[in-house]
């Protein structure tokens, strides 16, 4: 009886040390995926979905529930962003150079390659950021036609700058919806920002300083009329020579820092590249209470006129910040390691690996799907690619210009505080033309009842990771093992007991 009895304990022991054993296994969380990985995954994705017969193109987006149901809201299948276009394609070719031997993406670049050089063939906008496109697609094909292309677009960037206000300007709304505030002549600050950094290089690299002059009097104009010294950001949008729109988008601030970078390594101008640190300082740091300090990540949008900040939900767009912070870090010995290794985890926790591999326009302040907008669109995945293969490395920046880099002249005065629009009857400044009618209210999209957001007055909790995201869960495997072998032990210190002899 007493012998069953130990055989028993022992079995038992057994089991709970094999149960203990097995548990962590069972319990540990699929390994995240990497950066590498996802791109992979976000690509094949948008060759089975994203194709567009309608318009010959890609889709805007599609349900990650039924990829049917596409260019959500309202499903109109001839809906098209050729920019969307032009990005992807960049990364497919990004990921084809980094992969010699793979061919999961020829089909996909194939297919849209002739398309987006039919659409970017002397395209004609003030979107300065197309300009460096068009030289990584240069560079990573070694096809000529699109360095040629980025050539033509310097060309009609420099021809619409009005000499007289050293700017791009004209009729304007403040966004795409549809009620949005309209002005009757102004320009987005970030248009003319990255045209004229994009001038700078040109004129370097193709040989015409006239460019190079104006492009650079371009950025000293948009600097010294939208730059806040307090946030240490750009303002949005200038109407009739006053600033009309304060709000610092955080996807527009981190399109200028990359344009920045992008000016100021090229043709070694260090005023542009303090200007990106200065900027990257303002956003990582607590004052403009853009940055999640306990979730991680940036929120929407900061109201500079206020202080108020949208913090309703974060957009996509803020992962250009990973190429940013990566690109500063190697340029400052390591300074920015911190703000880059914490994008990496928001850009592969803001992935939606399934039920597909893509990355929604926007997601919650604490990540997942906005809301009801369960759908993953081209122009974020090319965007999160775009990061994600920054610090993945392979090349596909263009080479630096040869030529020497434009004298660095002393930007304007930045504004500090916003000035109010001026009224109706009043002249306008001299660096636009005078209005034709009154300068419209500015536009409000954040309510002004809304409190400011604050950082929080203690140690914050790291951001979630890819891996965190899932959670470990309470350790019961090794709980379970421990009394496993203590229960062990003390049968066998009893059974020695009784063998000792008297």
Known sequence: MIRACHRRRLALGLAAALLGIATPFAAAPARAASP????????????AHGWNPTVGGLYINWSVD???V???????????DGLTDLRDLVNMRWYGARHPGDSSQAAATARLEPVVLSEF?????????VYWQLLRLGALTGNPAWTADAQALATHLAAIIDPGTGVSHGP????????????????RVDHDLESGLALVDAGARFGNPAWS???????????????????????????QGAVWDAHAKLGEQADDVTALLDAGTVTHNAAY??????????????????????????????????GVVDSSYKETRQLTLLSDFHRANALTGGRYAGAEAEMLRVALQMETATPLPGYPYREAPQFGFFKAERWITTESAGIALEALQTVLGGGSAPPPVRAPAPAVRRPAPPVAVAPQPPPATAAAPPATPAPVVATPAPPADVPQAAPPTAPPAGPVRPPATATSAHGMGFPWGLV???AALVLAGVDVTRRLRRRRPV
């Open 36 to 47: 590498d990985a996802v791109v992979r995954a976000v690509l094949d994705e948008i060759d």
């Open 70 to 80: 596409v260019n959500q809201p309202g499903g109109d299948p001839t809906r098209h």
């Open 172 to 187: 304007l709304t403040a966004s795409t919806a549809e009620a949005a505030a309209s002005c009757p002549d102004g320009y």
């Open 480 to 482: 379970a093992l421990a």
């Open 273 to 306: 590249l303090a200007r990106a640190t200065e900027m990257l300082d303002a956003l990582a740091g607590p004052a403009s209470g853009l940055h999640d300090l306990a979730g991680g990540g940036y929120f929407f949008s900061l109201d500079m006129g206020s």
């Open 121 to 129: 063939s002397h395209y004609a906008s003030d979107k300065g950021w």
């Open 213 to 239: 002059a104006a492009g650079g009097h371009e950025v000293d104009v948009v600097v010294g009329q939208t730059f806040n010294t307090t946030y240490h950001l750009f303002a949005r949008i200038v109407c």
């Open 66 to 68: 039924n990829p049917a």
